[in-house]
């Protein structure tokens, strides 16, 4: 089973950028679609972005389309999160998250998740 391991969160004002990256671990890399998810203090977890074990297919909520871009790089094992122009209502611990077969936007078809980087978007 891979393992996965977040980094890049931070606080920044609104309309800045931040890049995470989410390192996986164990089995191959390749084998997994990934995703994105988030949550805010109170609310569910959301789905954010997710990308085929190849980076040939992706999609993203509403919210972000157009703002956040998920890539990944096979060769160093590593899914990112490029966000730009940053909102306030961004502000959440963001999670990456592995399962097999093709890419979700359901929280409960993955099978593994990372610990967590927060983002905080100040106005």
């Known amino acids: 089973q891979v393992q996965l391991v977040e980094s890049g969160g931070g606080l920044v004002q609104a309309g800045a950028s931040l890049k995470l990256s989410c390192a996986a671990s164990?089995?191959?890399?390749?084998?997994?679609?990934m995703g994105w998810f988030r949550q805010a203090p109170g609310k569910g977890r959301e789905f954010v972005a997710t990308?085929?074990?190849?980076?040939?297919?992706?999609d993203y909520t509403d919210s972000v389309k157009g703002r956040f871009t998920i890539s990944r790089d096979n060769a160093k094992n590593t899914v990112y999160l490029q966000m730009n122009s940053l909102k306030p209502e961004d502000t959440a611990a963001y999670y990456c998250?592995?399962?097999?077969?093709?890419?979700?936007?359901?929280?409960?078809?993955?099978?593994?998740w990372g610990q967590g980087t927060q983002v905080t978007v100040s106005s």
């Open positions: 998250a592995a399962k097999r077969l093709g890419p979700s936007t359901t929280a409960s078809t993955y099978d593994v």
């Open positions: 990308i085929s074990w190849n980076g040939g297919y992706t």
């Open positions: 164990g089995r191959p890399f390749s084998d997994y679609a």
